[in-house]
C-alpha cells in the first residue's frame, strides 16, 4: 500500500523567504509527526498531532516554525524568513496512534544558501 | 530530559557474523522504544517497537531486548547479510510528555563487508 509521501523531495531557497513542506500519511493514521535531521545530528522532534488534539509544538525551535494539518490528513510544515541554519532534511512520520510504530516517509532536504 | 546514547557510532563486521547494537537511555519511564534503519539518502525504515512491558520483541534475523532498569536496549542482529548495511537508530518514547515525542539516538553505522 502507499506509504507516507513527502513533497518536494529537494527544496533550495534563499535566506529570507518562506518555505512550505508538504506531508501525505498513510490513510487511515491519526498521529502524525514532524522530524528533521541535521548533517552528523540526530533525529530532532519539532512537532505532533493526535487526532483533533492540539498538537504538541514543543520541538519547534522558533516561532518562524509552523505547521497545520488540515482534516486530520495532510499537513504542511511552513518556515518563514529562512535561516541558513534551518538547512537539513524534514522528515514526516504517521502512526496507526500515538505510540504506535511509526512510519516515515522520504524527507524533504531543504538547502538555505 | 531524556537521552538517548548509542555506542559505536560506527561498525564493521565481515558476513555472516552475528552483532549486537547498543543504545542506553537516562530516562527508565519510557512508554516504548523502537529501532529504526536509515539508508542514505533515504527516510526511516522501522525494524521493531518494543512496550515498556515487553522484554524483547524479533522479527527474522533481528531480536531486540529491553532492560529498563539499566536503561538499556540491545538489537542482535543474526548471520549479517551486506544488504544490512545500514545506519540503525534507537529512540525511546516517555511516559509524561507527548507519546509522539520520540527521542532518537545518534545511531550506528553499520559496515557488513561480503
Known amino acids: 500500500g502507499a506509504g507516507v509521501s513527502q513533497s518536494p523531495s529537494n527544496k533550495v531557497t534563499e535566506k529570507g523567504k518562506d518555505v512550505e513542506l508538504r506531508c501525505d500519511p498513510i490513510?487511515?493514521?491519526?498521529?502524525l509527526y514532524w522530524y528533521r535531521q541535521s548533517l552528523g545530528q540526530g533525529l530532532e522532534f519539532l512537532i505532533y498531532f493526535q487526532g483533533n488534539s492540539a498538537p504538541d509544538k514543543s520541538g519547534l525551535p522558533s516561532d518562524r516554525f509552523s505547521a497545520e494539518r488540515t482534516g486530520g490528513s495532510v499537513s504542511t510544515l511552513t518556515i518563514q524568513r529562512t535561516q541558513q541554519e534551518d538547512s537539513a532534511v524534514y522528515l514526516c512520520?504517521?502512526?496507526?496512534?500515538?505510540?504506535?510504530?511509526?512510519?516515515f516517509g522520504p524527507g524533504t532536504r531543504l538547502t538555505v544558501l | 530530559k531524556q537521552e538517548v546514547t548509542q555506542i559505536p557510532a560506527a561498525l564493521s563486521v565481515p558476513e555472516g557474523e552475528n552483532l549486537v547494537l547498543n543504545c542506553s537511555f537516562t530516562?527508565?519511564?519510557?512508554?516504548?522504544l523502537q529501532w529504526f534503519r536509515q539508508d542514505p539518502g533515504k527516510g526511516l525504515t522501522s525494524l521493531l517497537l518494543?512496550?515498556?512491558?515487553?522484554r524483547e520483541q524479533t522479527s527474522g534475523r533481528l531480536n531486540a531486548s529491553l532492560d529498563k532498569s539499566s536503561g538499556r536496549s540491545t538489537l542482535y542482529i543474526a548471520a549479517s547479510q551486506p544488504g544490512d548495511s545500514a545506519t540503525y537508530l534507537c529512540a525511546a518514547s516517555n511516559y509524561g510528555g507527548s507519546q509522539g515525542n520520540l527521542i532518537f539516538g545518534k545511531g550506528t553505522k553499520l559496515s557488513v563487508k561480503p
Open positions: 518494543i512496550q515498556s512491558s515487553q
Open positions: 512520520a504517521s502512526s496507526p496512534s500515538g505510540g504506535a510504530l511509526l512510519y
Open positions: 490513510s487511515g493514521h491519526t498521529a
Open positions: 530516562d527508565s519511564a519510557i512508554y516504548n
